[in-house]
């Protein structure tokens, strides 16, 4: 009797374990596809007007700061609106498999706009 005890014991000590694992493994794809979208958002930022409206939809690749394991598993692309005359709408998706087959994405979305964020102008202080 406490041999089987002990055997309930260890089988279901290992499928917790695995089940943690996966656990671990979603959460850290989750970080990584964020951590993609936000410097892909961070790269669109420091690009003037005319080369963001130059880029058209599709996959793009990812900067040289993630090494090639991170690349290989993850697809990204970037797809373009314009709801309104000097507004962009920029949706980053991001997409991958674990390791059981399953897929995933994340999505981003924000805006940009020609003239900036805010609608003041800078002055000088000493007028």
């Given at each position: 009797?406490?041999?089987?005890?002990?055997?309930?014991?260890?089988?279901?000590?290992?499928?917790?374990?695995?089940?943690?694992?996966?656990?671990?493994?979603?959460?850290?794809?989750?970080?990584?596809?964020?951590?993609?979208?936000?410097?892909?958002?961070?790269?669109?930022?420091?690009?003037?007007?005319?080369?963001?409206t130059?880029?058209?939809?599709?996959?793009?690749?990812?900067?040289?700061?993630?090494?090639?394991?991170?690349?290989?598993?993850?697809?990204?692309?970037?797809?373009?609106?314009?709801?309104r005359?000097g507004?962009?709408?920029?949706?980053?998706?991001?997409?991958?498999k674990?390791?059981?087959?399953?897929?995933?994405?994340?999505e981003?979305?924000?805006?940009?706009?020609?003239?900036?964020?805010?609608?003041?102008?800078?002055?000088?202080?000493s007028?």
């Amino acid at each position: 009797m406490s041999v089987a005890v002990l055997g309930l014991t260890v089988a279901s000590t290992l499928v917790a374990m695995q089940m943690g694992f996966a656990m671990i493994e979603t959460a850290r794809n989750n970080t990584l596809a964020s951590q993609i979208l936000q410097s892909e958002i961070e790269e669109l930022r420091l690009l003037n007007w005319d080369r963001l409206t130059d880029l058209t939809d599709g996959n793009f690749p990812l900067e040289g700061s993630f090494p090639s394991s991170v690349a290989d598993r993850f697809t990204c692309s970037r797809t373009f609106a314009t709801p309104r005359a000097g507004i962009r709408q920029v949706t980053l998706r991001v997409e991958w498999k674990s390791n059981k087959g399953v897929s995933h994405s994340r999505e981003y979305t924000t805006f940009f706009s020609k003239e900036g964020l805010n609608d003041y102008y800078y002055r000088s202080l000493s007028q």
